[in-house]
């Protein structure tokens, strides 16, 4: 069956800490994957998008994602998050027959 | 890039009523695409909106209940109809370009909420 599942569904962290967001997927075909951010008030939008080659990527706002084959993740991350980083952020896979389904979604909460 | 907009923003729909979502995108398009996304929960996909044909609905989805429009490249609408508490969620509008490779936009959602 394909799917994506993510691990926690709200995390809390201060300013400057280090954050790991964590996606694992049930696929067979061919692994195309995305993580989306939806800021409070605003669309949901690309972060990164992994599809091959070098499986870290670099998306937008120092976010990072790492695709591991043998793990079947792809976890989100960034070293030091800042307040505007709080958001929602839905791990993605992409099934063919421009059909995409998505994560639960982690909802980030950042201290200032 | 493309942006994408959606009418209304919000309803409070009475149970039995109809409601109707519009989708606009800003750029020609290939494929557009509604999504669902209950409280509390991910984005499911209703359906894929064929231009000038039948839209392709996932299962679980019929034509009855969620009827959808797409007389051009950039335009689509999405119709709840009968409305129950059930259907309270936010529905998504959403394009992207014929590869895989292509990003995938979103509009801003429509909160319903049935009372």
């Known amino acids: 069956a394909q799917s994506v599942s993510q691990h926690n569904h709200h995390v809390i962290l201060s300013e400057a800490a280090s954050l790991e967001l964590g996606c694992n997927y049930s696929y067979g075909g061919t692994v195309n994957l995305f993580w989306y951010v939806q800021y409070p008030g605003q669309h949901l939008q690309l972060l990164l998008k992994y599809f091959s080659g070098d499986p870290l990527v670099k998306g937008i706002k120092g976010f990072e994602a790492e695709f591991i084959k043998s793990k079947f993740s792809f976890n989100l991350r960034k070293p030091s998050v800042q307040w505007s980083d709080t958001a929602e952020y839905f791990c993605?896979?992409?099934?063919?027959?421009?059909?995409?389904?998505f994560g639960a979604g982690t909802r980030l909460f950042v201290k200032a | 890039s493309a942006v994408i907009s959606q009418k209304p923003s919000r309803d409070i729909c009475q149970r039995g009523t109809s409601l109707t979502i519009q989708c606009q995108v800003d750029s020609q398009v290939t494929m557009m695409f509604w999504y669902r996304q209950q409280p509390g929960q991910s984005l499911t996909l209703i359906a894929t909106?064929?231009?000038?044909?039948?839209?392709?609905?996932e299962s679980g989805f019929v034509i009855d209940k969620f009827p959808i429009s797409r007389p051009n490249l950039t335009f689509s609408t999405l119709t709840v109809s009968n409305m129950s508490p059930e259907d309270s969620s936010i529905y998504l509008c959403s394009a992207t370009g014929l590869s895989s490779t292509d990003t995938q936009y979103f509009g801003p959602g429509t909160r319903l909420t049935v009372l």
């Open positions: 993605a896979l992409y099934t063919g027959g421009f059909k995409t389904i």
């Open positions: 909106a064929n231009q000038g044909s039948e839209a392709t609905y």
